[in-house]
């Protein structure tokens, strides 16, 4: 049996004569300065955290490496991200303008999508413009997506998103089955980038039902009308489970969860978060990291006071039309409720609850389901207006309640954005950084003991990843990190040089049988055995003299390196791993001895 996949129409709006309309105008201009001073706060900003990892494993891999591409990082699997950040990073590692300039292009082209889908649905009338204005200014998506790694989750799938809604908008207008293809696309796209674009498919099926025909049972019509539709669709999501599946095992919770904990993460996501961020909110400063503080009282109150108003006037003005789109938005919201709390709260706690990455994909959704509620939409078999006329002159008084709901929002939203905002530009990395590139130009050649950064570089929570080398390593100065060297650095808390003059927790070499020489290290191996056993990352500060220079060995732990002896008294600093009870010196043939006069082992104190 055949399936006509056709879709009465091709009725829609005329989308070029929406673009220059006079609301178009407005919008346009209302979306452009919260996209301005967001562009501008981000191009102030630098790598942070995360960012510094990325960059790092970029600049060690290949782009063909499918272990880096499909790597299982922090519980997602995001090759988008990191073929992105592979390209950037070749072109230009570590600036931050370049890698950050084309994520501002993907966020204007997600307002310039979301305004197409905004006006498909609704055409171009006063009303969408406030649905355009609380999208375009929503601190939930403003604040964290100047933190670089998030923006390439975030922004891709917003696009993705709205690219997947406005192509099956076409297809449901009757411009051909490929359209349906590309939403599935727009999905496949979104996925390489966030695991959330597992939800878009769920988007196009609530927009099907809310624009179904008067008088069919929408859930119905919508499922068996476009079966076909969404049998692909959970094949593509159920492809995407499988390859997250057998890259690695989903994250689960490290400490139990109760019921409680579950109650309050969606209390506290809701009222101090995702309402006062969807509203204006929350007119308060960041409270470290990603995270900002709890809304005054007065927010919370007041914008759970707003949403529960919006609620009632949309079911007094819209009937029963109003109830679907909420429901729709609270089947949304459960669901990334439910991957928070089956995933990070057992981890982070209930502080996780005030961190806006987490409910940022729901904006969009919150924005749409709204205009439902409110507008009548478009409908299947709806006959097309007649080339769009120019919208009609609304009533003064709507005029104006239109007018001050898009200022509050746009106004509101750019307030708690930049008060928040200075905590994700990473202004400590990047004095960090440039400090440290001064250091290293004054005295090239410099050698670095790669050592832990300060958590407001990278927080400790990284371990093996918090390190010098990923946060400097790829300056264009070239620092050397853990090379043999005379005299070795390691960068303080401001990313200044310091020179490491005394070890710490110290072991030493047993001393040498050789009166005044200690060791002497000829043609063989000589082993210098240390006065107990030592484990760990270490540095081995060698003792040595010798009348001539020349190259040897030296073996400790799981370490094994090139030296260069040089003629006189000097200090050799190396830094070891493993566990070792001996160092082994070796001198090459034809030069003359070496007298190793003390080693010691220990860290920088």
């Known amino acids: 049996m055949s399936v006509d996949l056709r879709v009465a129409g091709p009725r829609h709006l005329n989308q070029r004569r929406s673009l220059r309309s006079p609301v178009a105008v407005v919008a346009f201009l209302v979306a452009a300065v919260p996209f301005v001073v967001h562009a501008v706060a981000a191009l102030g900003g630098y790598f942070g955290q995360d960012d510094f990892i990325f960059t790092y494993r970029a600049a060690h891999s290949a782009a063909h490496d499918l272990d ?16 992105y950040v592979w390209v950037v990073t070749a072109i230009a590692p570590l600036n931050f303008t370049v890698a950050m300039a084309p994520v501002l292009v993907v966020h204007a082209l997600t307002l ?69 293809v590309y939403a599935g696309l727009w999905t496949v796209f979104g996925l390489a980038f966030y695991e959330k674009a597992a939800l878009i498919p769920a988007m196009l099926l609530a927009v099907t039902i809310l624009v179904a025909p008067a008088g069919e049972p929408p859930i119905l019509w919508a499922l068996r009308r476009f079966r076909w539709v969404w049998l692909a669709n959970a094949a593509l999501v159920g492809l995407f489970a499988v390859l997250y599946l057998s890259v690695g095992d989903a994250p689960v919770n490290q400490n139990p969860v109760g019921t409680r904990d579950v109650l309050d993460l969606v209390y506290r996501s809701l009222v101090d978060t995702f309402l006062p961020g969807l509203l204006g909110g929350p007119l308060t400063g960041a409270a470290g990291g990603a995270t900002w503080a709890t809304p005054p009282v007065w927010v919370r109150a007041g914008a759970a006071v707003v949403a529960v108003a919006l609620i009632v006037a949309s079911a007094v003005r819209s009937r029963r039309r109003a109830l679907l789109p909420w429901l729709f938005l609270a089947a949304y919201l459960a669901v990334d409720l439910a991957m928070v709390a089956s995933a990070r709260l057992g981890v982070f706690g209930s502080v996780i609850a005030t961190d806006p990455r987490y409910l940022a994909d729901a904006v969009p959704v919150a924005v749409l389901c709204a205009a439902f509620a409110f507008l009548a939409p478009w409908r299947v078999g709806d006959p097309a207006p007649e080339p769009e006329p120019a919208p009609a002159p609304a009533p003064v ?7 001050a709901v898009t200022v509050l929002a746009v106004a509101g939203g750019l307030v708690s954005f930049l008060r928040v905002a200075p905590e994700l530009q990473f202004r400590p990395a990047r004095e960090y950084v440039a400090t440290a590139r001064a250091a ?8 670095l003991y790669d050592t832990a950064v300060p958590n407001k570089i990278m927080i400790d929570w990284f371990v093996g990843d918090a390190l010098t080398s990923r946060v400097v390593g790829l300056v264009p100065e070239s620092p050397r990190f853990d090379r043999p060297a005379e005299d070795l650095y ?35 191996v000589v082993r210098i055995p240390m006065e107990d056993t030592v484990t760990g ?62 080693v010691l082992a220990g860290v920088p104190g």
Do not use: K
């Open 490 to 524: 390691q960068l303080d808390g401001t990313g200044t040089p310091q020179p490491i003059l005394t070890l710490a927790d110290t072991t030493a070499a047993l001393a040498g049988p050789q009166p005044d020489c200690g060791y002497q290290v000829a043609e063989q």
């Open 397 to 403: 008084n709507a005029r104006v309640a239109v007018g």
């Open 440 to 447: 290293l130009a004054e005295q090239p050649g410099m050698v």
């Open 537 to 598: 990352r270490r540095i081995v500060r060698l003792g040595y003299f010798t009348g001539e220079s020349g190259d040897g060995v030296v073996r400790a732990g799981d370490t094994e390196v090139r030296v260069r002896f040089t003629e006189g008294l000097h200090v050799l600093h190396l830094v070891v791993t493993g566990e070792f009870t001996h160092v082994e010196v070796s001198r090459s043939a034809r030069t003359v001895p070496i007298c190793v006069t003390d």
């Open 112 to 180: 310039w999508l979301c305004w197409r889908v905004l006006t498909r649905l609704f055409g171009a009338r006063w009303g969408v413009v406030v649905a355009f204005a609380v999208f375009a200014a929503s601190p939930l998506v403003l604040f964290p997506t100047l933190w670089l790694a998030y923006a390439l989750q975030l922004l891709p799938v917003l696009l993705a998103a709205f690219g997947a809604l406005h192509a099956h908008l076409r297809f449901l207008h009757g411009e051909g089955a490929r359209h349906a």
């Open 68 to 83: 880096f591409l499909f790597q299982l990082y922090s519980g997602h699997v995001q090759p988008g991200v990191f073929a």
